[in-house]
């Protein structure tokens, strides 16, 4: 079956530093991909998607893109704030058989952020 | 008002209890879901429902049943609480005009459940 597998976390990062958190899956056929962030407190919001090979998903300075040859989609922002601290989840959707409309979702990767 | 809204936020119940949580939302969507949040397990699918007439159980169903009031409603039972249940549980929305595997799934704020 479909599976998503996120890096270990937790990640702490000082404001303005480089952030890579990494996403693989394994999937038939030819799935959609996700990065939804949880808020403290809230629940889940999608941040960013790419629904085919070579997209780039991109919003509020975060990117990710769909790299069928790695089975990856990693997310990546170029300079963290405090704001940024949150839990992160990969996921992806396939459209063949009974997975139809559901997310996978990988484990999710705690984010802190220091000033 | 928020789109998708789950009640209660927060239950402490003891083992052996029924309890119910409900969801409801205004974004119009037919299909709804619900998760539960495990630490270090990501979100694992109860169950679905792609419309009004359409239950479906997801990978960890046992324990649990739903009710499809109405397409803005949703609630999902624990007909015999134990402490294992013990988690965050997330209704979702999503709706199929997106296209295939593409539509986006729009959460509510989570029930917080305790199970002593």
């Known amino acids: 079956g479909d599976s998503v597998t996120q890096m270990e976390g937790p990640v702490t990062l000082s404001e303005e530093a480089f952030l890579t958190i990494n996403c693989t899956y394994t999937?038939?056929?030819?799935?959609?991909l996700f990065w939804y962030v949880q808020y403290p407190g809230e629940g889940l919001q999608l941040l960013l998607k790419?629904?085919?090979?070579?997209d780039k998903g991109s919003n509020k300075g975060f990117e990710a893109t769909y790299r069928k040859e790695t089975t990856s989609f990693h997310l990546e922002k170029g300079s963290v704030q405090v704001s940024d601290s949150a839990v992160y989840f990969c996921?992806?959707?396939?459209?063949?058989?009974?997975?139809?409309?559901?997310?996978?979702f990988g484990q999710g990767t705690i984010l802190t952020v220091h000033p | 008002d928020a789109d998708v809204t789950q009640t209660p936020r927060n239950r402490i119940t003891k083992t052996g209890k029924r309890i119910m949580l409900e969801c409801s939302q205004t974004?119009?969507?037919?299909?709804m879901y619900w998760y539960r949040q495990d630490p270090g397990l990501g979100l694992r699918l109860i169950y679905y429902s792609f419309d009004v007439k359409d239950i479906n159980k997801g990978e960890i169903s046992d324990g649990y049943s739903v009710s499809r009031q109405a397409q803005a409603k949703f609630s999902l039972s624990l007909e015999s609480a134990i402490p294992n249940q013990t988690a965050l549980y997330f209704c979702?929305?999503?709706?199929?005009?997106?296209?295939?595997?593409?539509?986006?799934?729009?959460f509510g704020p989570g029930t917080r459940l305790l199970v002593l």
């Open positions: 999937a038939t056929g030819y799935p959609s």
């Open positions: 974004k119009g969507h037919d299909r």
């Open positions: 996921a992806l959707s396939n459209a063949g058989g009974t997975s139809y409309g559901k997310l996978t």
């Open positions: 790419a629904t085919k090979a070579d």
């Open positions: 979702a929305t999503s709706d199929p005009g997106q296209g295939g595997s593409q539509e986006t799934q729009y």
